[in-house]
């Protein structure tokens, strides 16, 4: 198992079974999604509780300064790791922002026991999702020339909104709506220098976060231009200027929340992580945008393309795998950095 920081209370170091299955589940969750791989998370395991922190040290000025979607990526974590406990049986029982007095603590995650005992139907998804955090990858790669099933969007929509999300699948009439947010989106980021300066320093190779410049797609004409991680796609969003156009049966779909609070940028990314986990659980392939969301007025856009209704918190692509090799793997931080557990006195010493 990876290293982990054991902060030791007494003299010897012991662990419950519950900070086990916590600390399993924890370990799991480092798999999740972040943006530009930023991982701004920090767990702490103490007795049946999982303590889920943001990493504010991690927080993007320029793209994120709200922090909304440092949030969202810790939500991702959030869900990976309740999915990571349902798989093995266990009930949570998580307390969202627990503390006025201290709003970087996101959730605490309780160990509430086996999920039978507790009353909880155990049923084959956990683990079906449990496996697809295995596998799943950011695939930037356009897609196949075939359609995603209808079900499956519709399998998409409801895992949403179970993590507390409405997800609405952009319908092929409203393309162009997304395609104008998202090319008005890199306009106006790769205008700002300190966007530049913020993409550059975390597209890095070799370390154990930022993202690999070797996961970025190749650049070139697509219906909806995706972040460009090169700095060389400066013509992705001339679909309409002829070529080749890659990604065209490629589906999107907005995240929208109720409200626009950090109790709601927790939920979309619980939400997000549910979306993505059942694409790769269902054979897909997925990537979250969120670049149409950075841009205040490309939000507003998306919004308005929704009937004004909620918060558009984060967009998706979603498609059939053109090729069957997995799209390269993404790093990330040591255990040791980010996950904390404390042991408890043993009984024996
Ligand atoms: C909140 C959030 C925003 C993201 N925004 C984008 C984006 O705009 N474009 C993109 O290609 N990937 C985006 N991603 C994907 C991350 O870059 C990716 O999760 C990270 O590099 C780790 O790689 P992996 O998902 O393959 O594990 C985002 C992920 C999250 C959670």
Same mark, same amino acid.
């Given at each position: 198992?990876?290293?982990?920081?054991?902060?030791?209370?007494?003299?010897?170091?012991?662990?419950?079974?519950?900070?086990?299955?916590?600390?399993?589940?924890?370990?799991? +969750? /480092?798999?999740?999604?972040?943006?530009?791989?930023?991982?701004?998370?920090?767990?702490?395991?103490?007795?049946?509780?999982?303590?889920?922190?943001?990493?504010?040290?991690?927080?993007?000025?320029?793209?994120?300064?709200?922090?909304? /979607?440092?949030?969202?990526?810790?939500? +991702?974590?959030?869900?990976?790791?309740?999915?990571?406990?349902?798989?093995?049986?266990?009930?949570?029982?998580?307390?969202?922002?627990?503390?006025?007095?201290?709003?970087?603590?996101?959730?605490?995650?309780?160990?509430?026991?086996?999920?039978?005992?507790?009353?909880?139907?155990?049923?084959?998804?956990?683990?079906?999702?449990?496996?697809?955090?295995?596998?799943?990858?950011?695939?930037?790669?356009?897609?196949?020339?075939?359609?995603?099933?209808?079900?499956?969007?519709?399998?998409?929509?409801?895992?949403?909104?179970?993590?507390?999300?409405?997800?609405?699948?952009?319908?092929?009439?409203?393309?162009?709506?997304?395609?104008?947010?998202?090319?008005?989106?890199?306009?106006?980021?790769?205008?700002?220098?300190?966007?530049?300066?913020?993409?550059?320093?975390?597209?890095?190779?070799?370390?154990?976060?930022?993202?690999?410049?070797?996961?970025?797609?190749?650049?070139?004409?697509?219906?909806?231009?995706?972040?460009?991680?090169?700095?060389?796609?400066?013509?992705?969003?001339?679909?309409?200027?002829?070529?080749?156009?890659?990604?065209?049966?490629?589906?999107?779909?907005?995240?929208?929340?109720?409200?626009?609070?950090?109790?709601?940028?927790?939920?979309?990314?619980?939400?997000?992580?549910?979306?993505?986990?059942?694409?790769?659980?269902?054979?897909?392939?997925?990537?979250?945008?969120?670049?149409?969301?950075?841009?205040?007025?490309?939000?507003?856009?998306?919004?308005?393309?929704?009937?004004?209704?909620?918060?558009?918190?984060?967009?998706?692509?979603?498609?059939?795998?053109?090729?069957?090799?997995?799209?390269?793997?993404?790093?990330?931080?040591?255990?040791?950095?980010?996950?904390?557990?404390?042991?408890?006195?043993?009984?024996?010493?």
């Amino acid at each position: 198992m990876a290293a982990i920081q054991y902060t030791d209370r007494g003299t010897a170091v012991r662990v419950t079974p519950a900070g086990r299955a916590l600390t399993q589940a924890v370990l799991a +969750a /480092l798999g999740a999604p972040s943006i530009l791989n930023t991982q701004p998370w920090h767990w702490r395991i103490d007795g049946d509780t999982a303590q889920l922190r943001a990493d504010r040290g991690r927080q993007l000025a320029t793209i994120d300064p709200d922090g909304r /979607l440092l949030t969202l990526s810790c939500g +991702a974590a959030l869900h990976h790791a309740r999915v990571a406990l349902a798989a093995d049986g266990v009930a949570a029982e998580v307390a969202y922002l627990p503390d006025d007095d201290d709003p970087d603590l996101l959730a605490t995650v309780r160990h509430a026991g086996p999920a039978a005992r507790a009353g909880t139907t155990v049923t084959a998804e956990p683990q079906r999702l449990r496996r697809a955090m295995g596998i799943r990858r950011t695939d930037r790669r356009p897609f196949a020339d075939l359609d995603v099933p209808e079900a499956a969007l519709d399998r998409l929509r409801a895992a949403a909104t179970a993590a507390g999300a409405d997800l609405h699948v952009v319908r092929p009439q409203d393309l162009v709506d997304v395609a104008v947010a998202a090319g008005h989106a890199a306009d106006v980021e790769r205008a700002d220098p300190a966007y530049r300066a913020e993409l550059a320093a975390w597209v890095r190779a070799g370390a154990e976060d930022g993202v690999p410049p070797g996961t970025a797609a190749a650049p070139g004409p697509r219906p909806v231009p995706i972040r460009d991680f090169t700095g060389t796609a400066a013509d992705q969003v001339s679909v309409y200027a002829g070529g080749e156009v890659a990604d065209r049966h490629a589906r999107y779909a907005v995240l929208v929340t109720r409200g626009d609070l950090p109790r709601d940028w927790i939920a979309a990314g619980e939400a997000l992580s549910a979306v993505l986990l059942t694409a790769v659980g269902d054979g897909l392939a997925a990537s979250p945008m969120s670049d149409v969301v950075e841009v205040p007025a490309a939000r507003a856009m998306l919004r308005r393309m929704l009937g004004d209704v909620g918060h558009p918190a984060m967009a998706v692509r979603i498609g059939v795998l053109a090729k069957l090799d997995a799209p390269p793997v993404t790093p990330r931080r040591r255990s040791v950095s980010t996950v904390e557990v404390v042991a408890e006195p043993s009984p024996d010493r």
